[in-house]
């Protein structure tokens, strides 16, 4: 049986057992129960329809489960994640079930109001709740605390001021600047993100159409109960065997609904890791932009100092616009050379502890998020081969299903 | 051979001799001589409800059964092999037929005929035996696509038709018995050819033709209920079988997508595992898993397309013919019915013209004894070659599904083997 998303709690759970620190699962139920349509006006007060989503939570601590409930848009989910990102940019962060349904084979819609569409929303929507509250890190996060349980939520999360801190971070993620000494581990890292995406979405795209083949060899059989029914009616010996084999070819048409909705499930456990992909990008770039600075920063100091070096030796070692405007227009008094060298000291001095800094923020940037890939590349294996033997498992049960459709239908031929 | 034993004979004017010819080749046994005369007294019914109890007698009528059942001629049709001449390239096929039967000379022939000769045979059956059903051969042209005439599938199915086609005749009591079927299936080419000229000549051909048409113009006036009841019903079934060809390739043709699109899948999930650590086994397990059931599906696409495909076909070309036998009778009933009406009005020449009318109304009742007699037998085997196609259909598919789940389900037990290893060798999970 598919592993449910009740099991994906309990699994959470476990993990939590071995995290560093509580981990919040621990303490509580969650889940997004269920999803409801409603209207109301947006912000240029137009008229528009959206989704919301029901939150339970039930602290499990204590003897009395508090049980508590209350309704969250798609929208304040990206918020809070847009919010995680800013905040532990160290960390790779669970990915959104998609905004918009992609890879969609012909049956499905590209509806967000597909009821189907809306529930494996819903189901992504649990998982990534789930995942942030067994996480070592995220789940003592406060500010998801509140998104959890309190109405009001929102003012604490732009209260923390990270809206400022993400457009800086938007505009340095975007641009472009290279590395001199890149760290192999993270480029290595990125090259597997890299490799990741683009596999997880060819093999999305061919999943689908595979599905969409599917679907017609199956929905054609049901042109066979058809004819059969109506050829029934014409023959005396033959017209038992023949009807019921039409049955048969009719429960086969029907029965690929189900079979393609499972594997739906599998697709959306393949999305899941595309989005962590970038997710793991987003960490490298963190991290390179971190070590951009620290170079920065120490090319600045060493550049400073050799300034201090040639000034104090009064030679031009090399060449200089200020060499050459002391050459042309004479040497500088020794009192403006006293004054710049001191000016050159200060800017040393803060350049030292800006570089110490930087270096420090580095070291403790890579400890941390070097921690939390291991942390995913365990979760990702275990969890990606968990999704292989499940989608077997679908296969398994479309191949018995086949044998005794066939089974009944060879049956029914044999006795025409 | 189901239910052919008592109607045939029913169905023969006495004249007949082949049948009466294979029950004297049984033994002389009172029981035997009880068991024909039973046969003479009764109406169409199953030899089983009306044969006497004593056991002797049952064995006999086990004996009857097993000795006509035994077939005593073999047809096979193989070996296509290209022919080039000044004037055209052709085919022939070998025919070779192995038989015990004492109007041939030998036991064993081997000819080459090519689709003209079939077309001859058949022909000359037609004329022969008017409504007695026939298989029907394969198509001259086939319209659809650009299918070449030497194009090895094309060979291979037309091949295939026209052995079932002089099986069929072989197996047919009256037709086999037909004086151009020994000829065709004994003469050496330049003898078919010069015996071929022999036929009736072109304007005695003519003439028949002249008539048939007059007759069909003129229309059967009252025609027989149960005639009938057997056009309506061909005209259904072959509306039916129109549509299950249909569908049939339209399911073949949606299989060779789903197998394109398959084969595209597997390869992806081995692109993956070049990437990956811990996951490469299951990875590549998935790829060999799919390219497998690639295999699979490419075995059950061929059996469609070689089994279901060419009978259904058959059995639209088959309403064809069996109309074609209908609209003969009609025409052999409407010439009589005109000769009646030319009696009703003549004075002169009464006693010719009396003996021209029973002669034909004698005609209009052979054929319609023989089409009856035909129409069961033709209803009996249409009924087993279908059968026998689903099940086969179905048996396939089965077995198609069963070797998929058996690759799938040895995928998913190596993993948790595998798995388990790992957790009982300290790993942690």
């Given at each position: ?416 | 051979?189901?239910?052919m034993?008592?109607d045939p004979a029913q169905a023969l ?31 169409g ?86 409504t007695l ?40 009591p009256i ?194 004894n023989a089409l009856k007699g035909d129409w069961l037998r ?52």
């Amino acid at each position: 049986s598919l592993p449910s998303v009740r099991g994906t709690h309990v699994e959470s759970l476990e993990k939590c057992d071995m995290a560093e620190g509580s981990c919040l699962l621990r303490k509580m139920e969650i889940s997004v129960a269920e999803a409801e349509k409603r209207t109301g006006k947006n912000a240029v007060n137009m008229q528009e329809t959206y989704t919301v989503y029901l939150i339970e939570t039930s602290v499990t601590e204590g003897h009395n489960p508090v049980p508590d409930s209350l309704w969250r848009r798609y929208s304040e989910f990206e918020l809070l994640r847009n919010y995680l990102l800013v905040t532990y940019p160290f960390i790779v962060i669970p990915p959104l079930p998609e905004k918009r349904a992609e890879f969609v084979w012909h049956k499905l819609s590209a509806d967000n109001m597909d009821p189907d569409f809306v529930e494996r929303r819903r189901i992504g929507l649990e998982n990534f709740l789930l995942r942030v509250a067994s996480h070592p890190v995220l789940s003592s996060d406060k500010i998801f605390f509140l998104f959890l349980t309190e109405n009001g939520w929102k003012e604490a999360v732009f209260e923390t001021g990270f809206l400022a801190k993400s457009d800086s971070r938007l505009k340095a993620l975007n641009a472009t600047f290279r590395v001199k000494n890149p760290d192999k581990r993270f480029s290595e890292l990125k090259h597997y993100s890299d490799e990741l995406q683009s596999v997880t979405s060819q093999l999305l795209r061919v999943r689908a159409r595979v599905a969409d083949r599917l679907y017609g060899v199956y929905k054609v059989h049901g042109n066979y109960g058809r004819v059969f029914s109506e050829w029934s009616a014409i023959e005396k010996e033959m017209g038992d065997g023949l009807q019921s084999a039409g049955h048969h070819m009719d429960a086969y048409a029907a029965s690929v609904d189900d079979i393609l909705e499972e594997e739906e499930h599998y697709a959306d456990q393949l999305k899941e890791y595309l989005f962590y992909a970038e997710a793991v990008k987003a960490v490298c770039r963190k991290h390179e932009l971190l070590q951009y600075e620290l170079e920065t920063a120490s090319q600045d100091l060493a550049s400073k100092k050799q300034q201090q070096e040639e000034l104090a030796a009064g030679t031009v070692r090399t060449f200089s616009f200020k060499g050459m405007t002391s050459k042309l227009f004479g040497q500088e008094t020794p009192e403006q050379r006293e004054a710049k060298l001191k000016v050159l000291e200060e800017q040393i001095k803060e350049g030292e502890v800006t570089v110490t800094e930087k270096t420090l923020e580095c070291e403790e940037f890579v400890k941390n998020a070097w921690k939390d890939i291991e942390r995913f590349k365990e979760q990702k294996d275990h969890d990606l081969r968990e999704a292989l033997m499940s989608y077997a498992v679908m296969q398994i049960s479309m191949c018995k299903k086949g044998i005794q459709v066939w089974t009944n239908a060879k049956e029914c031929f044999s006795k025409m | 051979m189901s239910g052919m034993s008592a109607d045939p004979a029913q169905a023969l004017p006495a004249v007949m001799s082949p049948l009466s010819g294979q029950m004297l080749e049984l033994d002389e046994d009172d029981d035997l001589e009880v068991f024909s005369k039973d046969m003479n007294l009764m109406d169409g019914s199953p030899m089983n409800a009306s044969m006497p109890t004593s056991p002797a007698s049952m064995i006999n009528q086990y004996k009857f059964e097993e000795e006509t059942d035994a077939k005593d001629i073999f047809v096979t049709v193989d070996n296509p092999e290209s022919h080039v001449t000044a004037l055209e390239t052709f085919i022939t096929y070998r025919v070779v037929t192995k038989t015990t039967r004492s109007e041939f000379d030998s036991c064993e022939y081997e000819v080459r005929r090519r689709y003209q000769d079939f077309l001859w045979l058949k022909e000359r059956l037609e004329e022969g035996h008017p409504t007695l059903i026939m298989h029907p051969l394969p198509e001259k042209f086939v319209m659809k696509g650009m299918v070449e005439r030497f194009n090895d599938d094309f060979i291979e199915t037309r091949q295939k038709a026209l052995h079932k086609f002089l099986n069929r005749v072989a197996d047919h009591p009256i037709l086999s018995c037909h004086e151009d079927f020994k000829i065709f299936l004994t003469a050496q080419a330049w003898e078919l050819t010069s015996h071929k000229k022999q036929g009736p000549g072109f304007l005695s051909r003519m003439g028949d033709t002249v008539r048939a048409v007059a007759a069909s113009v003129r229309g059967v006036r009252n025609r027989p209920e149960e005639f009938t009841a057997m056009l309506e019903y061909v005209d259904s079934f072959g509306q039916k079988m129109i549509s299950l060809d249909k569908v049939t390739q339209r399911i073949v043709k949606e299989q060779k997508e789903y197998l394109g699109e398959l084969k595209e899948y597997g390869p992806v999930y081995t692109l993956w595992s070049g990437s990956e650590e811990e996951l490469v086994e299951p990875l590549k397990g998935v790829a060999s898993c799919i390219d497998r059931c690639c295999k699979a599906t490419e075995e059950q696409i061929g059996h469609l397309s070689e089994n279901l495909v060419p009978l259904l076909h058959e059995y639209v070309l088959c309403t064809d013919s069996v109309k074609a036998v209908l609209r003969r009778r009609d025409n052999i009933q409407a010439e009589s019915e005109a000769k009646n009406d030319a009696l009703a009005n003549r004075k002169a020449d009464r006693e010719a013209l009396k003996e021209e009318v029973e002669r034909l109304e004698d005609k209009v009742e052979c054929a319609n004894n023989a089409l009856k007699g035909d129409w069961l037998r033709w209803q009996g085997n249409m009924r087993s070659d279908i059968k026998a196609a689903f099940v086969s259909t179905a048996e396939k598919n089965v077995d198609y599904y069963e070797k998929c789940l058996a690759v799938w389900e040895s995928f998913l037990t190596s993993q948790t083997a595998a798995h388990d290893m790992e957790s009982n060798s300290g790993h942690s999970s």
